[in-house]
């Protein structure tokens, strides 16, 4: 069986990340290729060495507002990764479009909210100072526009009374470790219908 090549950015903690990487055994039909981030300091990096996958940082702090210059640095170890698909898992900066079209159709993202809805950051904030009673996270393709692309996944929580943002945090976080590997393995295998986890 040849197994698809899955090269995963991030930029801190990795949380979302170890999900991925545990998911991918047995009859899974993805490997992890490589772990890469902006961020030297990134507590995801420790992890994915101690799970045996290659790690790499690019940090895009020398290249200031050069995006284009940061990014051919960045897609050097995803080139020689030879991934297959790459997978966003809280990767904090935003990706030009050059970037994001040599990837098309093979690159998602996790979004802490229920796209459309709340693009971009505080999104448990915003969830609820509307007022939403419920709230939770998609994985999308990624396409030029940030937090767009079609969706492939949403899963759901309830606002309670009482939440705040860091409760909220927390609940769609549980979600994100279920939803992101379930979207990951059906993407890999082909199949692009949205799912739902409520
Ligand atoms: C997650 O909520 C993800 O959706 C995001 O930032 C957080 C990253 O967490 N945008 P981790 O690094 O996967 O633990």
Known sequence: MS???VAILISGGGSNMVSLVQS???D????PCLVLSNQADAGGLAKAEAAGVPTAVVDHRPYGQDRAAFEAEL???????????????GFMLVLTDGFVSQFQGRMLNIHPSLLPKYTG?????????????????TVHEVTAVLDDGPILGQ???DVDPGDTAATLASKVLVQEHKLY???L?????????????R
């Open 3 to 5: 197994f698809k090549r």
């Open 24 to 26: 991918m055994t047995g």
């Open 28 to 31: 899974h039909p993805a490997r």
């Open 75 to 89: 897609i050097k170890p995803i080139l020689e990764s030879q991934a297959d698909i790459v997978s966003l898992a």
């Open 121 to 137: 950051l505080n999104t448990h904030a915003r969830a609820l100072a509307a007022g939403d009673a419920e709230h939770g996270c």
């Open 155 to 157: 899963a759901f929580v």
């Open 181 to 183: 590997p379930q979207v």
């Open 185 to 197: 393995r059906r993407y890999a295998a082909g199949d692009r219908k949205p799912i739902e986890l």
